[in-house]
């Protein structure tokens, strides 16, 4: 270890002014506070002599570079109390000469001298310039409300003011000459990692950190402001930071942000935070498909009155009461919000169906029934409720929100404590729809479906030439459901399948029977729905059907609609070609109806076109629909396909259709759908 050199005289026994200031006690901390503003040397030694620290003045004296007397030996005997003069031999050679004196002192738990050294006072008037600076230096840095802290490069703590310590609750004393205090889990996050960025060239000016701790644990919110130090060579000497102390002011923002999309009494989101969220999840819905999406608008029935004999002070807390046992009630992807006074509104996101508005509607109603408690007070509470579905009340947000306002108002005009859509069939036909597929789904089991049987008679003979099967469902509570209201709903669901199918076998078999009845040979007319027609197995089915019941193919006539032929040319037609193998014949069912080209008759195997009834009904009103029908038989005749009008109501159209070419006739003029021994009389 590198021995200082100092020589010593032994008669001088005068005081350190600077030093001695602080009353002749002096502990660790104070060295260090005091040490850099000094002009005298003050130097702490340790028991064996080794250097512990030394400030700026003794640094100067000794012509030290910052920092490099640490860890040296002092070299002179220290008697505790004297005042020694001595004589300090410099790395130049020249001598300087400094009156000491050394004073006992507690440095981390460690005895050692506080050495102090008074030089001459030539060489203290040289530094009187830069000792007022450092006076406004110390100033600035005591009293600063930021909290100060400087380091070395290698990232030691130096400086921390009293706001440093004040603000993390580290002491000077635990800082200096250590790392910064790790004020987060996460180094990035911490000051080591703006420290590390600001010595990287980083500009940190008044950045604002995460969430930082205090030494105590506590949150403390920082704003920083970092500055590079250069020392006397122009090297990076350093950093300086400056930190603020923001929390209070953050936490008054977040405030505010609450206060803005927040409803203060109950703390739901508030009408226009509900707004936005209804419009953010339609912004994610349209980008996926349109699954329904449902508002709920609920108004407490005659809050007034309740307000008025429970206080305003009481209305608030039913309020919150309210507020709570909705959310309470609702699913976790449900929102809800307090939209006005004593109006609530739910976002369902997660739906399937606008049935689902009714049951969570109903849940709520629930909910409500049970009194709120208030004051010793029971209360009774009942809510309206509006119902807007999307898409079909509104594609906005706030359109949505409305229709919901309106069947709200719906809702308490007719008494309160209820539900209502904005579209009021859109709750029947929910209702009904679902009713509907639940009770198909048994209907075959049960025995519930039965056929009747249409004649179509030729228009030349007047002769029965063939029947339609027409399925009808006997619901065990609406009685007879006509296929007009099931048919679309077995289609959606997939039930068609199972269904035609029944309808095929029944058909074939029903022919049968006839047949051996000894009843002149019929042709059975059979309708196909899309959903069936391109079933995987439909044309094996057919072939089933026929087999099972041994009817020759030529007497089964598969009706199919228009725009199931359009649909898919391509596939279409190698699918009629398949059937056709079979034998069966192939008509269109509704012919005019599917906005098609004419081209595609020629290419498909098709046998019969018939004439739609809406073409039918129009006969006698007007010319065009005559002009229509009677182009229909032209066109018939020219590709060789037979001509079926049905809907035959009366006696003019039946005259028209005569005069024009047009080969069988269908309609309640001549028959209604009959049940099968109706039709046996018929024949005979
Ligand atoms: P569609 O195949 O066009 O059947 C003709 C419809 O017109 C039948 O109604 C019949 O009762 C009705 N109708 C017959 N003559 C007249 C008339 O003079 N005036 C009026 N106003 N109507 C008349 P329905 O039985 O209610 O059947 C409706 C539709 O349901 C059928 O139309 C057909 O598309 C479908 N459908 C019926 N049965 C089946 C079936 O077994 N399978 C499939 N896939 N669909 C079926
Ligand atoms: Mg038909
Ligand atoms: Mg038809």
């Known amino acids: 270890m590198e021995k200082l050199t100092v020589g010593c005289r032994l008669d001088d026994r005068s005081s350190f002014p600077a030093v001695a200031d602080t009353g002749g006690r002096y502990d660790a901390e104070d060295c260090v506070r005091h040490g850099e503003r000094v002009d005298d ?98 100033a600035l840095v005591a009293y600063s409300p930021l909290a100060i802290v400087a380091t070395d490069p290698s990232g030691r703590v130096s400086l921390w003011n009293r706001a440093a310590a004040d603000m993390l609750g580290w002491s000077e004393l635990e800082t200096i000459g250590n790392g910064l205090p790790a004020t987060a889990d996460d180094p990035e996050e911490s000051l080591v990692g ?77 009408r226009r935070q509900f707004r936005k969220q209804v419009e953010r999840t339609l912004n994610k819905l349209s980008r996926r498909d349109a699954q329904p999406l449902l508002v709920l ?64 509607a109903n849940k709520l109603l629930q909910h409500l029934a049970t009194p709120f408690e208030l004051d010793g007070q029971e209360i009774f509470v009942t809510v309206s409720i509006g119902i807007a579905v999307y898409p079909h009340d509104g594609r906005k947000a706030a359109d949505l929100i409305h229709a919901a306002d309106d069947a709200m108002d719906r809702a308490k005009q007719q008494g309160g404590n209820g539900c209502q859509f904005f579209t009021p069939d859109i709750d029947s036909d929910a209702r009904e729809q679902l009713a509907l597929e639940n009770g198909l789904r048994h209907a075959l089991e049960r025995n519930e479906l039965f056929l009747d049987y249409q004649p179509q008679y030729d228009l030349k003979s007047g002769r029965l030439a063939g029947v339609e099967a027409l399925v009808r469902w ?4 609406q009685g007879i459901v006509s296929p007009g209201s099931f048919i679309p709903v077995a289609e959606g669901s997939g039930l068609i399948v199972p269904i035609g199918a029944w309808v095929l076998h029944e058909a074939c078999r029903q022919l049968r029977a006839w047949d051996a009845a000894g009843l002149p040979p019929l042709r059975m007319a059979v309708n196909v729905s899309a959903r069936q027609f391109f079933a995987d197995g439909f044309k094996a089915e057919v072939k089933q059907a026929l087999r099972a019941s041994g009817v020759a193919p030529a007497r089964l006539e598969l009706e199919l609609t228009e725009s199931l032929l359009v649909r898919n040319a391509a596939g279409v037609i190698d699918l009629l070609h398949g059937l056709k193998a079979l034998g069966v014949r192939l008509s269109i069912d509704d012919f005019g109806t599917g906005y098609s080209g004419l081209s595609y008759l020629v290419d498909l195997p098709i046998d019969t076109l018939k004439i739609d009834q809406s073409f039918v009904r129009r006969l006698a009103e007007n010319q065009r629909y005559r002009a229509i029908v009677a182009a229909i ?28 070419r047009c080969d069988e006739v269908q309609g309640f003029l001549l028959a209604r759908p009959l049940a099968p021994d109706e039709v046996a009389r018929l024949l005979r």
């Open 41 to 138: 040397g003050v130097v702490v030694v340790a028991g064996d002599g080794c250097i512990l620290y030394a400030n700026g003045a003794a640094e100067d004296l000794f012509l030290a570079e910052s920092g490099s007397l640490s860890g040296r030996l002092f070299g002179h005997p220290l008697v505790a109390g004297d005042s020694t003069e001595i004589e300090i031999v410099r790395p130049d050679r020249r001598k300087a000469t400094a009156k000491m004196r050394a004073i006992p002192v507690e440095w981390e738990g460690r005895a050692a001298q506080l050495v102090l050294l008074h030089a001459s006072g030539e060489r203290r008037r040289a530094r009187e310039p830069q000792r007022r600076s450092g006076e406004l230096l110390h």
């Open 474 to 477: 006997r619901h065990p509570e």
């Open 297 to 360: 608008q609920l108004g407490v029935d005659r809050f007034k009155n309740i307000n008025k004999s429970i206080g305003h002070g009481g209305g608030d807390r039913l309020l919150q009461a309210l507020a709570r046992r909705l959310a309470g009630a609702l699913d976790e992807t449900d929102l809800v919000a307090r939209t006005g006074g004593d109006e609530f509104a739910v976002l369902l996101r997660d739906t399937h169906h606008p049935h689902d508005g009714v049951r969570v």
């Open 633 to 660: 038989g032209e066109l018939a005749q020219g590709l060789d396909l037979k001509v079926i009008a049905e809907g035959v109501e009366t006696a003019s159209q039946l005259e028209y259709l005569r005069s024009v």
């Open 194 to 270: 703006v420290w590390a960025q600001a010595m990287h060239g980083e500009e940190v000016r008044g950045r604002e950190l995460p969430e930082q701790r205090r030494r105590d644990g506590q949150a403390i919110a920082l704003q920083v402001w970092a500055a590079q130090m250069n020392d006397a060579a122009g090297l990076p000497g350093g950093l300086v930071l400056m930190l603020g102390d923001v929390t209070q002011r953050r936490r008054v923002e977040a405030h505010l942000r609450r206060l803005v999309g927040h409803d203060a009494l109950t703390g739901l989101p508030n």
